[in-house]
């Protein structure tokens, strides 16, 4: 899912309750992947607000909160929907693993009418270690039942974790991701959703004759 625009919205309201620019598109999409907190902490940097313990926790709870209500901008990469419906259908168990915060999480999936979908959803509050640490990718694949798994993601922080979990990786080209797709840890890489069943299934394929 692009979320971007809504969280630039979010980051806007606060940074102009504090008198500061807002962050462009850009920023926005550079900060995003390791958390919301460290969003936070990139967000007070780039327009040079002093970080202490009690303004970054107060800005962080601003942030999260806001970004419980900020789905309106929040859509679906192409072709997302039908592939994890058409997935879903065919049997395959489906879970989320992200570094966002879990309410911000359930409030996206809900707006783009995927909560259904997913058998777990493991967010970045829920354990003591985010992503690229292994544990979220881990705790979701025991959620639903271990076996066989695909990790999916669009960014290196995605492709960090499927490495030190050990999960063969399909990569979304046209993510968030800032290095060249060769220069990340993958197994298979694809720029349409359109294309994931038949990586889903060659995954599955693989797994078995290994």
Do not use: W
């Not at 592939?83 to 999480?105: Q, S, V």
């Not at 985010?130 to 544990?135: A, C, F, S």
């Not at 039942?145 to 290196?156: H, I, N």
């Amino acid at each position: 899912m692009d979320s971007a625009p809504d969280i630039q919205s979010v980051a806007a309201a606060i940074l102009g309750s504090l008198g500061k620019d807002a962050l462009t598109l850009e920023e926005t999409r550079s900060f995003i992947g390791d958390g919301s907190a460290v969003f936070v902490s990139r967000m007070m940097s780039a327009r040079g607000i002093k970080e202490t313990h009690h303004r970054h926790a107060a800005l962080y709870d601003e942030f999260v909160a806001r970004c419980e209500c900020a789905v309106q901008q929040t859509v679906c990469y192409p072709g997302v929907a039908d592939a994890l419906t058409e997935l879903h259908g065919a049997g395959h168990a489906l879970g989320l693993c992200t570094n966002k915060p879990l309410g911000p999480t359930r409030a996206v999936i809900n707006h783009v009418g995927l909560e259904p979908l997913f058998g777990t959803v493991v967010a970045g509050d829920m354990l003591a270690n985010r992503k690229p640490e292994p544990e979220m990718l881990l705790r979701a694949i025991d959620d639903l039942g271990g076996g066989a798994t695909l990790y999916v993601g669009d960014s290196e922080i995605d492709s960090e974790t499927a490495r030190r979990a050990g999960v063969p990786f399909a990569l979304y080209s046209d993510g968030y991701h800032k290095l060249a797709a060769d220069k990340m840890h993958h197994e298979r890489v694809f720029d349409h959703f359109n294309e994931l069943r038949p990586i889903v299934i060659a995954a599955l394929r693989d797994s078995t004759q290994g």
